[in-house]
T-cell receptor, first 112, second 110 residues
Framework: DTAVSQTPKYLVTQMGNDKSIKCEQN?????MYWYKQDSKKFLKIMFS???????INETVPNRFSPKSPDKAHLNLHINSLELGDSAVYFC???????????FGPGTRLTVT | GESVGLHLPTLSVQEGDNSIINCAYS??????FIWYKQESGKGPQFIID?????DKRQGQRVTVLLNKTVKHLSLQIAATQPGDSAVYFC?????????FGTGTSLTVIP
């Protein structure tokens, strides 16, 4: 069984559109994350979220918003997509008291 | 923001040789460090971690060394195998968040 899953795996869309990427973890973890990985493989944290606290990286545009319907899901919604949003987006999760993060397989977003 | 850098963006080694991947971190308050391995088309996968109160930690074929004086981490892979070919990231945790470096691409030559 996949521990952290993301859908879709690939997403191609036009500038100005609004899109969502879904993430689910079946590990019973308390905290979930979204990362952006650019073409040079640089991984940058965007959000961390548990049921008590949302921590937003101050460099993330407010067009990006995390939405958590329940503890096992953290979706990423993006408004007014721009060319520079093209990247691979990774969801991750971890258990409270444990630093190890488990990553999903990634969603490759291409904005044309 | 935080900055975690790597000295070498690419590294090629012969199969069977030892590999050393280096990482410089910027925040002296970081108290926990992780090395991740990312294979092509996959998400990063945990390899080994080390706390700031340690200088060395060993796993299966991997060793992490921490030099807090110069804020430097290294990952040593013994008897490198083709399956070790991947991008390796170090990450530091100065608080609630992890900050990743750019990554080093390791290629193992058969």
């Amino acid at each position: 069984d996949t521990a952290v899953s993301q859908t879709p795996k690939y997403l191609v869309t036009q500038m100005g559109n609004d899109k969502s990427i879904k993430c689910e973890q079946n590990l019973g973890h308390d905290t979930m994350y979204w990362y952006k990985q650019d073409s040079k493989k640089f991984l940058k944290i965007m959000f961390s979220y548990n049921n008590k606290e949302l921590i937003i990286n101050e460099t993330v545009p407010n067009r990006f918003s995390p939405k958590s319907p329940d503890k096992a899901h953290l979706n990423l919604h993006i408004n007014s997509l721009e060319l520079g949003d093209s990247a691979v987006y990774f969801c991750a999760s971890r258990r409270a008291g444990n630093y190890e993060q488990y990553f999903g397989p990634g969603t490759r977003l291409t904005v044309t | 923001g935080e900055s975690v850098g790597l000295h070498l963006p690419t590294l090629s080694v012969q199969e069977g040789d030892n590999s050393i991947i280096n990482c410089a971190y910027s925040n002296s308050a970081s108290d926990y460090f992780i090395w991740y391995k990312q294979e092509s088309g996959k998400g990063p996968q945990f390899i080994i971690d080390i706390r700031s109160n340690m200088d060395k930690r060993q796993g299966q074929r991997v060793t992490v060394l921490l030099n807090k004086t110069v804020k430097h981490l290294s990952l040593q892979i013994a008897a490198t195998q083709p399956g070790d070919s991947a991008v390796y990231f170090c990450a530091e945790n100065p608080g609630n968040q992890f900050y990743f470096g750019t990554g080093t691409s390791l290629t193992v030559i058969p």
